[in-house]
């Protein structure tokens, strides 16, 4: 699975939109770009995911470069219980198989009141 | 909606014992997986159960066992336990067949080894 470079620490005020940069610069053509985040000792929440356009659900939005070498997630609105470590994965489709997440540092994003 | 379920949510237990966790997916989820996370670190993948086979295996001491029963929950067996084993153990479900099957995960089970 390529490999992802996030930013160890954010900061973001309340009501503000939260912006998270991911670089995979190795990302193989068949890869999707998922985004999990952990709130403190929590499970892993799924965001979102993408392969090559941008999407947008309830959660976030999810931005990836054309030649998919980086995307951001998207925060609109960010409110204090966003406040977590997000996780920004590369990893193949799992159709018939049950590929795991390899979580990497995650990035800290904290919502300031 | 209904989600993971793990029991125990927390468990103690002495060096050298035995623990068993249990693992109940999401209805209709036929793939299981198990992380473990220890004080400070990020979730590290154990292993993984398709329609109740051993998919995937990742840095899982041989103390440790799993499977996926007919129902499709799943029990993860750690024997021998040593300090080191205190951890968060999530437990995540998928359906197989759904594409990009993205992961949920249940609350997680806190071991602590004294």
């Known amino acids: 699975d390529a490999k992802t470079t996030q930013p160890t620490s954010m900061d973001c005020a309340e009501g503000r939109a939260a912006n998270l940069p991911c670089n995979h610069s190795?990302?193989?053509?068949?890869?999707?770009v998922y985004w999990y985040r952990q709130i403190h000792s929590q499970g892993p929440q799924y965001i979102i995911h993408?392969?090559?356009n941008n999407e947008t659900n309830e959660m976030a939005s999810l931005i990836i470069t054309e030649d998919r070498k980086s995307s951001t997630l998207i925060l609109p609105h960010a409110t204090l219980r966003d406040t977590a470590v997000y996780y920004c994965i590369v990893r193949p489709p799992g159709w018939g198989s049950a590929r795991q997440l390899t979580f990497g540092s995650g990035t800290q994003l904290t919502v300031l009141p | 909606a209904a989600g993971v379920i793990q029991s125990p949510r927390h468990l103690i237990k002495e060096k050298r014992e035995t623990a068993t966790l249990k693992c109940y997916p999401i209805?209709?989820?036929?793939?299981v997986y198990w992380y473990q996370q220890g004080p400070g670190q990020d979730p590290q993948f154990l292993i993984s159960?398709?329609?109740?086979?051993?998919?995937d295996k990742g840095s899982i001491p041989d103390r440790f066992s799993a499977q996926q029963f007919s129902d499709y929950h799943s029990e993860l067996n750690m024997s021998s336990l040593e300090l080191g084993d205190s951890a968060l153990y999530f437990c995540?479900?998928?359906?197989?067949?759904?594409?990009?099957?993205?992961?949920?995960f249940g609350p997680g089970t806190r071991l602590t080894v004294l």
């Open positions: 159960f398709y329609e109740k086979m051993q998919s």
């Open positions: 993408g392969l090559k």
């Open positions: 995540a479900s998928s359906s197989g067949t759904s594409g990009p099957n993205e992961q949920f």
């Open positions: 209805p209709r989820h036929d793939t």
């Open positions: 190795t990302i193989s053509g068949n890869e999707y």
